[in-house]
């Protein structure tokens, strides 16, 4: 049975982001309309470049770039990007379109407590090199009818880790690899808000 509430901590969500950082947005926006009760806490981007790094300081989050140009050793990587998260007392940490493997200091702190969200139905379409649209090629040349969205707890390889949620998404006959890019990041945004609130209500255990 659910635990009541007031029992269980707000969450603080604690985001890295390579690009775009519109799955983000879509997490922002809920926890600022009241949708979600979680504190947007912390940005990190591995790319000063990054919309997700201009998202994040226009809504006010503490927006940080953290990347391999600037700390060359992959210890002093994860020891920085674990501090950061600590320091702004993050409990999940969400990937939201992080290119990135993450080092194993962090995954041992936030075990169970980092989540990732992949536009293709793991575990078909993922791992190494299947990110972005290379995902929506490979479905197509598969000719799959059906595609999707997955969210996962994360692990030390890319795109494995206990899948949480899944929702399906229609390949039509004409699609190219931009449209049905587009058609499965609008199921995204509203699968990670949906799968944020059934943590936050407790209907939904981190495994
Ligand atoms: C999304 O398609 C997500 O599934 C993948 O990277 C993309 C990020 O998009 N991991 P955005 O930066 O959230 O717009």
Redesign the pocket.
Known sequence: MPLPSQTRPALRLGFL?S??????QAILDACQDGRLTAEPAVVISNNSESN?LVRARRAGVPAYHLSANVHTDPEDLDAAILDVLDRHQVNLVIL??YMRLIGPKTIATYQRRILN???ALLPSFGGKGL?GPAVHEAVLAAGDSVTGVTIHVVDEQFDSGPILAQVTVPVEKDDTTESLAARV?AQ?HLLFVETLKRIERGELKLP
């Open positions: 982001a690009h775009g950082g519109s799955n983000m997700a939201a379109g969200i992949h536009p990110f990041l995204e």
